[in-house]
T-cell receptor, first 110, second 114 residues
């Protein structure tokens, strides 16, 4: 069974600080996606990483896929209150199903 | 419509009752997914449709859960004899094909079973 462990589960930091969220598995994924979800809404896709070692940047967000395609990280630089939300990683396995992490609830205090 | 819509946004029902949750996907998307999300958890896969047929219903927890998509567009998730443990947010997503890289989610239906 493929599992994705996401850490930390909860993070509360001050505006302007940096943070990193991790997604780890013992399984290899063909690709990995990061989503952001706000209360009362469905997840919204932020990025998909496909190649081992790939790094993608989305403004202050940096996403990295591990060389072995088993893990990924999301780094936020100079966090802002608007970054507050639930961040979810999801790995694509051998079929169309996504394997989801439990999410990281991020709160950025002004 | 511009995005995936789900109705109702909230549903409160009593234990033992029957409920229907509706999903209207993005026009032209052939793939449709139902997920269930509990508080503090990621989405849990329930069922996947490709067109009108259920390509994979392995995530449905038991035979009280059933979903249809008769015309390959709107889908209805049906739950019989609801239990308190069914309380969760039910999310629907659609994509152009069976391509998990392009799933677009609706806002969800929050189901509360009293």
């Amino acid at each position: 069974t493929q599992l994705l462990e996401q850490s930390p589960q909860f993070l509360s930091i001050q505006e302007g600080e940096n943070l990193t969220v991790y997604c780890n598995s013992s399984s290899v994924f063909s690709s990995l996606q990061w989503y952001r979800q706000e209360p009362g809404e469905g997840p919204v896709l932020l990025v998909t990483v496909v190649t081992g070692g790939e790094v993608k940047k989305l403004k202050r967000l940096t996403f990295q896929f591990g060389d072995a395609r088993k893990d990924s990280s999301l780094h936020i630089t100079a966090a802002q209150p608007g970054d507050t939300g639930l961040y979810l990683c999801a790995g694509a396995g051998s079929n169309y199903q996504l394997i989801w992490g439990a999410g990281t609830k991020l709160i950025i205090k002004p | 419509g511009a995005g995936v819509s789900q109705t109702p946004s909230n549903k409160v029902t009593e234990k033992g009752k029957y409920v229907e949750l509706r999903c209207d996907p993005i026009s032209g998307h052939t793939a449709l997914y139902w997920y269930r999300q509990s508080l503090g958890q990621g989405p849990e896969f329930l069922i996947y449709f490709q067109g009108t047929g259920a390509a994979d219903d392995s995530g449905l927890p038991n035979d009280r859960f059933f979903a249809v998509r008769p015309e390959g567009s709107v889908s209805t998730l049906k739950i019989q004899r609801t239990e308190r443990g069914d309380s969760a947010v039910y999310l629907c997503a659609s994509s152009l094909a069976g391509d998990y890289n392009e799933q677009f989610f609706g806002p969800g239906t929050r189901l509360t079973v009293l």
